[in-house]
């Protein structure tokens, strides 16, 4: 059919080509060739990467299928080192991602609320007195409710707080405590932030 609109978000997905080892090569629920940490398939001196691969993910710890080209670019330079007979495995990752619509910047890192219980925090971004540029920041920081471990973060705001998604993805690769966040040593100008900023006070929230 024929429909008005003032703009079209066409996404359909994506699905791992791997006809060719189809049958051969051991593969995960999607399709996507299932390797280890050196991006060795079932088959031993046959390895995998990119977008037909899967990648060990750390907040889960276990592997998983996250298609990112940051993850297509390490996993093959991992099996380029491992089929030249160095070996070199991968760290995981945690599938650290953003995006910027209209001006809005929303990133992410580690799991999402459809793996995990959250908690949400929201705050201004520099000191309340300092009127001119000052703009809110949504933070949600899913960790283990055991362990306490960190396992994803998500940030939102229409201020570029891109930085501040890599803390959260080295956090959930050391697997970094949601404690260890409280009196964690962040600097605090007013022209930048606030004496206990959002991370800060979404950590000291945490049940």
Excluded at 172 to 197: A, R
Aim: proline content about 2%.
């Amino acid at each position: 059919g024929c429909y008005e609109a003032d703009m079209v978000v066409f996404g359909i997905g994506f699905r791992p080509n791997t006809s060719l080892g189809q049958g051969r090569l051991r593969t995960f629920g999607n399709g996507a060739f299932l390797v280890d940490r050196r991006q060795e398939t079932s088959v031993p001196g046959v390895y995998a990467v990119g977008d037909c691969a899967t990648v060990y993910n750390n907040a889960i710890q276990a592997a998983d299928y996250i298609a990112l080209a940051t993850n297509a670019v390490r996993s093959g330079i991992i099996a380029a080192h491992n089929a030249c007979g160095k070996v070199l495995e991968s760290v995981g990752v945690q599938g650290s991602n953003g995006i910027s619509i209209w001006g809005l910047h929303m990133l992410s890192t580690g799991i999402s609320l459809a793996r995990a219980k959250r908690m949400d925090y929201e705050d201004w971004q520099k000191a309340e007195f300092m009127e001119n540029g000052n703009h809110k920041v949504k933070i949600r920081i899913v960790y283990d409710r055991k362990s306490r471990i960190i396992l994803g973060a998500q940030m939102c705001s229409d201020y570029d707080v891109s930085m501040g998604i890599h803390m959260f993805s080295m956090a959930v690769e050391e697997q970094v405590t949601i404690d260890k966040l409280k009196l964690f040593d962040l600097f605090f100008l007013p022209h930048f932030n606030k004496p206990y900023n959002y991370v800060t006070m979404a950590a000291l929230g945490a049940e």
